[in-house]
């Protein structure tokens, strides 16, 4: 059976060369996406300054909820530090440390912040923490007072030079360097006391490392597990101490796995449909040999069977470098990934081979399936039936396939509801779901509308037409199948791209208009290279002339539990960290309460989700917070503008504790809007080293403030688009190909190579206009709807340029893919084509 299926592909390879493209994209992208998502869950980080540590005690940075996958915390949560003395006296322990981070940033002679260390909010330490770096060169002596610092031999200074540290968001102070520490990921260091007292607790530490004798590491980490049992502390060793250096890798973890899952699943679709439409052309173009084989006596059981090993044999060609190319798909995208900020750039890809095997896995299912079931009608029918049938299509389509295609449409138009009940990016995603589903739907009833379409035309052209004309659109009624499994693709095509493209750029466009229309504050000020805003700033800001107001602000992410439909749930949820004063800078669109109560245990919930979660005004949620402690908050406002400032609100003195960094992240300020007052402000900030002034017209809508999955997104579907023509041109370049039978008839009994071309064209005018027409009229209903839930008026917002752009693609490739391989057919003899075939 295998010898006679590779016979037959030898005389099909230009058909089957669409089933190469198809699997070799499918399994390009469905590799990157499963080593994006496998990253997402096995990726570690490198020690960095935790490279000496043997054993690492740290508080557990998930949420862990039963029936639920874990969840990122991305606050630290600490440790106590009575644990340290409790495990330093254990056998085997050289030395136990109680590590502290505090922001901390180096400013030069000039004023400018020396970069000291990945993360400025955690740069600063302890001198014993020098202990966990590995082999650590430290050139002088430990700091001993206030005044004294050990800097990274990165900044370039010596032992004996003056700096000036910002500590803890403490105004600049001159110390001396006392020591040069030249070690990976090392930091600003303190004398123990200064470090204490700078993170204002003597309770509790941010993680305890411990250096062992050497082959004792496994037997202390048992023991050190003994000892936390119970406490919901972690004990880590080996590869996974690095991500306790850096809580917040789980949230960017968290969010790739995301990321990849939601990508994956529309990967996998449109990977399903277009193998399945290139075997669809393959088989079809074999329906003779398969009808003589069923004349000769060959069961149906044989023909499904022959056809699937065909496909897979050609399959099998492509998925091999298809697969390779997937790993280096993965790596471009944890590169645009990092350069966004979403991963931490020293993150690496966790590369194994289980996302190739499930690549093969499923393509090896989608190609049975596909081929077998292309090949059912022909395997089924009686074998005279089948050689009768083998040169012309059913003239009746399938009266289920057509009304499933009917009703997914309609499924879909349905969906497209949810951006009016859902004004969030659940409700945007369901538009870009809509378009897809009414994409298959039409490719399932297309040869009934093609039929009938193609009836209706002939019918009113009558004697009029010219005869290409005429030709053409018979051959459009005679063949449905074969032009509506041309023109589907090209119709997914105009969709996908209209609906996830413009779905992003309306998202982008009313989340800048609710942070434009909610931002009273002319101005942000904020201190990223000092890992905070410093304590003084609000202060001195308020004093300036012509400063009407001015609050600080920051972000976290909470987890929110609720029930749904009965069962448990848990999300993780950004959360704007203000305080009363905020109802001066910003207006959330308020329409129950008030910011100005948020004091205490409270917050203001988005009214997107105050009703679905029981979050009304006065009631009280559960929440855990950024490090995992649980609180009941009082609901003290709803507001409407939660696509820009995020579902929840949490008052400062419910968020105060429950950070990495107690800083505030910016200050937002609003003035009398005098030029004057812009100039004491830019004056006021130039003073301070570290500090930065934007404008929050401007500012708003930046590429910062674009959230990263929408780049990814973007992304994806630029290389969908990509693979999607490619396999498109090439199912049409092999469903003209086959055709060169019918040209070679059409020549012998008179017609002109020039009439032929003229039909050819006519006919890739045809399907270019419909797959346009069906395109625009599958996704004008889910982005009239987005359009109105999102902006408030029944169209979209995005580049005007794009419904040109779409429009001149799908003209291009109708007519290259049809007239090439035409050009073709005619160089060669009718004679001679008849006789191959």
């Given at each position: 059976m295998f010898s006679i299926a590779l016979r037959m592909a030898a005389h099909r390879l230009t058909a089957l060369l669409a089933v190469v493209c198809a699997v070799l994209g499918g399994a390009a992208l469905i590799t990157g996406t499963g080593v994006l998502a496998e990253s997402g869950l096995r990726s570690t980080l490198p020690p960095g300054r935790l490279g000496g540590a043997d054993v690492v005690v740290a508080a557990d940075q998930e949420f862990h909820s039963p029936g639920n996958p874990a969840l990122a915390l991305p606050e630290r949560a600490r440790v106590p530090a009575k644990l340290v003395e409790r495990i330093s006296g254990l056998a085997g322990v050289t030395a136990t440390v109680g590590d502290v981070g505090f922001p901390?940033?180096?400013?030069?002679?000039?004023?400018?912040?020396?970069?000291?260390?990945?993360?400025?909010?955690?740069?600063?330490?302890?001198w014993s923490s020098t202990q966990l770096l590995a082999h650590p060169r430290v050139t002088g002596r430990a700091p001993a007072g206030d005044g004294e610092v050990a800097v990274p031999a990165t900044t370039g200074l010596k032992a004996g030079d003056r700096v000036q540290v910002v500590a803890d968001g403490r105004p600049a102070a001159r110390y001396r360097v006392t020591a040069v520490v030249d070690a990976p990921g090392a930091g600003v260091y303190v004398a123990d006391d200064t470090a204490v007292r700078l993170t204002g607790s003597r309770d509790t530490v941010d993680l305890i490392g411990l250096t062992t004798k050497p082959g004792t590491e496994r037997w202390v980490a048992d023991a050190v597990r003994n000892r936390v049992a119970g406490t919901g502390l972690k004990v880590v060793t080996g590869a996974d101490i690095g991500d306790t250096a850096a809580p917040g890798v789980g949230s960017a973890r968290s969010l790739?796995?995301?990321?990849?899952?939601?990508?994956?699943?529309?990967?996998?679709?449109?990977?399903?449909?277009v193998t399945a439409g290139a075997l669809g052309v393959s088989i079809a173009g074999q329906r003779r040999d398969l009808a003589l084989m069923r004349a000769v006596g060959a069961t149906p059981r044989q023909i499904r069977r022959l056809a699937a090993a065909q496909s897979s044999a050609v399959a099998a060609v492509a998925v091999v470098p298809g697969v390779a190319l997937g790993y280096l798909l993965a790596g471009q995208f944890r590169g645009m990934l990092a350069d966004r900020g979403v991963l931490p750039p020293e993150l690496p890809l966790t590369v194994s081979p289980f996302p190739a095997l499930a690549t093969l896995v499923l393509l090896a299912a989608a190609v049975q399936l596909s081929a077998r079931t292309a090949a059912w009608r022909t395997s089924r029918m009686p074998a005279t039936e089948a050689v009768a049938e083998s040169r012309s299509e059913p003239r009746t389509p399938s009266k289920g396939r057509t009304l499933t295609g009917v009703l997914l449409i309609a499924a879909a138009f349905t969906l497209s509801v949810t951006p009016l009940l859902a004004r969030t990016m659940i409700g945007a995603a369901a538009t870009s779901i809509a378009g897809i589903v009414a994409a298959i739907g039409l490719a399932l009833c297309g040869p009934a509308l093609v039929r009938s379409t193609g009836e209706a035309a002939v019918r009113r052209l009558g004697r009029r037409a010219s005869a290409p004309t005429w030709l053409a659109l018979?051959?459009?009624?005679?063949?449905?199948?074969r032009v509506a499994g041309v023109v589907s693709?090209?119709?997914?095509?105009?969709?996908?791209?209209?609906?996830?493209t413009l779905a992003q750029t309306t998202v982008l466009a009313a989340t800048a208009q609710d942070t434009r229309t909610g931002t009273l504050a002319q101005y942000r000020l904020s201190a990223p290279a000092l890992g905070g805003?410093?304590?003084?700033?609000?202060?001195?800001?308020?004093?300036v002339?012509?400063?009407?107001?001015?609050?600080?602000?920051?972000?976290?992410?909470?987890?929110?539990?609720?029930?749904?439909f009965g069962d448990p749930q848990a999300e993780s949820a950004s959360a704007l960290i203000a305080g009363p004063d905020a109802a001066d800078v910003l207006d959330l669109g308020v329409r129950e309460g008030g910011l100005s109560r948020l004091t205490g245990a409270t917050v203001a919930v988005s009214s997107e989700v105050s009703g679905s979660r029981g979050a009304e005004l006065g009631r009280r949620i559960p929440l855990f917070l950024g490090d995992g402690t649980k609180v009941e908050a009082r609901v003290v406002a709803v507001y409407d503008r939660g696509l820009g400032f995020g579902p929840l609100v949490l008052s400062r003195d419910l968020a105060a504790g429950h950070t990495t960094s107690a800083l505030a992240q910016s200050l937002l300020v609003r003035t009398d809007g005098a030029a004057a007052t812009e100039s004491r402000l830019a004056a006021l900030t130039a003073s301070r080293p570290g500090l930065a002034l934007e404008d929050t017209a401007t500012d708003s809508g930046t590429d910062q403030d674009t959230p990263p999955e929408v780049w990814i997104n973007l992304a994806t579907i630029v290389v969908l688009l990509g693979?999607?023509?490619?396999?498109?041109?090439?199912?049409l370049v092999a469903a003209t190909a086959q055709r060169r039978t019918e040209i070679a008839a059409l020549r012998l009994v008179g017609t002109t190579?020039?009439?032929?071309?003229?039909?050819?064209?006519?006919?890739?005018?045809?399907?270019a206009a419909a797959a346009l027409v069906s395109g625009l009229l599958l996704s004008a209903l889910p982005l009239a709807l987005l359009g109105q839930g999102f902006l408030g008026h029944p169209w979209p917002t995005g580049p005007v340029w794009l419904l040109p752009a779409i429009a001149a693609t799908v003209v291009l490739t109708s007519f290259l893919t049809v007239e090439l391989p035409t050009r073709q057919s005619l160089r060669t003899p009718p004679a001679d084509a008849l006789r191959a075939t």
């Amino acid at each position: 059976m295998f010898s006679i299926a590779l016979r037959m592909a030898a005389h099909r390879l230009t058909a089957l060369l669409a089933v190469v493209c198809a699997v070799l994209g499918g399994a390009a992208l469905i590799t990157g996406t499963g080593v994006l998502a496998e990253s997402g869950l096995r990726s570690t980080l490198p020690p960095g300054r935790l490279g000496g540590a043997d054993v690492v005690v740290a508080a557990d940075q998930e949420f862990h909820s039963p029936g639920n996958p874990a969840l990122a915390l991305p606050e630290r949560a600490r440790v106590p530090a009575k644990l340290v003395e409790r495990i330093s006296g254990l056998a085997g322990v050289t030395a136990t440390v109680g590590d502290v981070g505090f922001p901390a940033a180096l400013v030069d002679a000039r004023g400018r912040v020396v970069p000291t260390a990945d993360d400025p909010t955690s740069a600063g330490h302890g001198w014993s923490s020098t202990q966990l770096l590995a082999h650590p060169r430290v050139t002088g002596r430990a700091p001993a007072g206030d005044g004294e610092v050990a800097v990274p031999a990165t900044t370039g200074l010596k032992a004996g030079d003056r700096v000036q540290v910002v500590a803890d968001g403490r105004p600049a102070a001159r110390y001396r360097v006392t020591a040069v520490v030249d070690a990976p990921g090392a930091g600003v260091y303190v004398a123990d006391d200064t470090a204490v007292r700078l993170t204002g607790s003597r309770d509790t530490v941010d993680l305890i490392g411990l250096t062992t004798k050497p082959g004792t590491e496994r037997w202390v980490a048992d023991a050190v597990r003994n000892r936390v049992a119970g406490t919901g502390l972690k004990v880590v060793t080996g590869a996974d101490i690095g991500d306790t250096a850096a809580p917040g890798v789980g949230s960017a973890r968290s969010l790739l796995v995301l990321l990849a899952g939601s990508l994956g699943g529309i990967v996998l679709l449109i990977t399903g449909f277009v193998t399945a439409g290139a075997l669809g052309v393959s088989i079809a173009g074999q329906r003779r040999d398969l009808a003589l084989m069923r004349a000769v006596g060959a069961t149906p059981r044989q023909i499904r069977r022959l056809a699937a090993a065909q496909s897979s044999a050609v399959a099998a060609v492509a998925v091999v470098p298809g697969v390779a190319l997937g790993y280096l798909l993965a790596g471009q995208f944890r590169g645009m990934l990092a350069d966004r900020g979403v991963l931490p750039p020293e993150l690496p890809l966790t590369v194994s081979p289980f996302p190739a095997l499930a690549t093969l896995v499923l393509l090896a299912a989608a190609v049975q399936l596909s081929a077998r079931t292309a090949a059912w009608r022909t395997s089924r029918m009686p074998a005279t039936e089948a050689v009768a049938e083998s040169r012309s299509e059913p003239r009746t389509p399938s009266k289920g396939r057509t009304l499933t295609g009917v009703l997914l449409i309609a499924a879909a138009f349905t969906l497209s509801v949810t951006p009016l009940l859902a004004r969030t990016m659940i409700g945007a995603a369901a538009t870009s779901i809509a378009g897809i589903v009414a994409a298959i739907g039409l490719a399932l009833c297309g040869p009934a509308l093609v039929r009938s379409t193609g009836e209706a035309a002939v019918r009113r052209l009558g004697r009029r037409a010219s005869a290409p004309t005429w030709l053409a659109l018979a051959n459009v009624r005679a063949y449905a199948l074969r032009v509506a499994g041309v023109v589907s693709p090209l119709a997914m095509a105009v969709v996908f791209v209209l609906t996830y493209t413009l779905a992003q750029t309306t998202v982008l466009a009313a989340t800048a208009q609710d942070t434009r229309t909610g931002t009273l504050a002319q101005y942000r000020l904020s201190a990223p290279a000092l890992g905070g805003l410093p304590a003084d700033a609000p202060t001195a800001v308020r004093k300036v002339p012509g400063v009407r107001a001015a609050a600080p602000v920051g972000t976290t992410s909470v987890v929110w539990p609720y029930e749904e439909f009965g069962d448990p749930q848990a999300e993780s949820a950004s959360a704007l960290i203000a305080g009363p004063d905020a109802a001066d800078v910003l207006d959330l669109g308020v329409r129950e309460g008030g910011l100005s109560r948020l004091t205490g245990a409270t917050v203001a919930v988005s009214s997107e989700v105050s009703g679905s979660r029981g979050a009304e005004l006065g009631r009280r949620i559960p929440l855990f917070l950024g490090d995992g402690t649980k609180v009941e908050a009082r609901v003290v406002a709803v507001y409407d503008r939660g696509l820009g400032f995020g579902p929840l609100v949490l008052s400062r003195d419910l968020a105060a504790g429950h950070t990495t960094s107690a800083l505030a992240q910016s200050l937002l300020v609003r003035t009398d809007g005098a030029a004057a007052t812009e100039s004491r402000l830019a004056a006021l900030t130039a003073s301070r080293p570290g500090l930065a002034l934007e404008d929050t017209a401007t500012d708003s809508g930046t590429d910062q403030d674009t959230p990263p999955e929408v780049w990814i997104n973007l992304a994806t579907i630029v290389v969908l688009l990509g693979y999607l023509l490619l396999s498109i041109a090439n199912k049409l370049v092999a469903a003209t190909a086959q055709r060169r039978t019918e040209i070679a008839a059409l020549r012998l009994v008179g017609t002109t190579p020039r009439q032929i071309r003229a039909m050819m064209r006519r006919e890739a005018a045809v399907i270019a206009a419909a797959a346009l027409v069906s395109g625009l009229l599958l996704s004008a209903l889910p982005l009239a709807l987005l359009g109105q839930g999102f902006l408030g008026h029944p169209w979209p917002t995005g580049p005007v340029w794009l419904l040109p752009a779409i429009a001149a693609t799908v003209v291009l490739t109708s007519f290259l893919t049809v007239e090439l391989p035409t050009r073709q057919s005619l160089r060669t003899p009718p004679a001679d084509a008849l006789r191959a075939t």
